[in-house]
């Protein structure tokens, strides 16, 4: 009997932790999901300004995609090792569908700073955009140097295509960073949001 309690004991405990229960109803999970779709929404339209502002040509750019997904993401890099993290939203020119994604990479390279940048993904075809939405996407090279504090210093790196049928821009918000890393990058649809 002891141990019986002791086993439902620690499954309770083990269901808890491991965010099975989080003491929310169904109701309080839907309306935080839908404020956060609101945001990235948002935070979408505050990049594609942004961008519009240092590089007007890609307003058309955009609209001639079959569609785009905008990133906001925080990178640290710390002498010999670096990480960052992100959210985002691909939106369907085509069908105006908007799928909301996350993003994650780590990896090891000589650098130092803390950097909030912005990226945008241009997909030329239906093929590149579905294949980005439904199986992610893997990055495995970076090396950039940008500077801007405040509204000092600024820094656009132009599109660059990034694989056939993929352009991509990065805007940098704000931080200051020198780094050169060879990392991966991951993209893939938030599970929750979806």
């Known amino acids: 009997m002891k141990h019986l309690k002791l086993i439902i004991s620690l499954v309770a405990v083990i269901a808890i932790f491991s965010g099975f229960w989080s003491g929310k109803s169904k109701k309080e999970i839907a309306e935080e999901n839908r404020v956060e779709r609101v945001e990235r929404v948002k935070m979408s339209n505050e990049t594609l300004q942004l961008l519009y502002k240092y590089a007007p040509e890609a307003k058309a750019m955009i609209l001639r995609s079959y569609g785009y997904a905008t990133f906001s993401n925080v990178g640290v890099n710390l002498v010999l090792f670096s990480a960052e993290g992100g959210k985002g939203v691909a939106h369907n020119n085509k069908t105006g569908i908007n799928t909301y994604m996350n993003m994650a990479s780590g990896g090891v390279g000589l650098g130092i700073g803390i950097k909030d940048f912005r990226a945008i993904f241009l997909f030329e075809n239906k093929k590149v955009f579905d294949s980005f939405v439904n199986s992610g996407w893997e ?5 950039d140097a940008a500077a801007k504090y405040k509204k ?3 820094a656009l790196n132009a599109a660059i295509t990034v694989a056939p049928g993929i352009r991509l821009y990065k805007l940098t918000q704000n931080g200051i960073v020198l780094q050169a890393t060879i990392q991966g990058t ?3 649809k938030d599970k929750d949001l979806n």
């Open 139 to 143: 990055a495995n090279a970076q090396a």
């Open 152 to 154: 000092d210093g600024g």
């Open 186 to 188: 991951k993209y893939w």
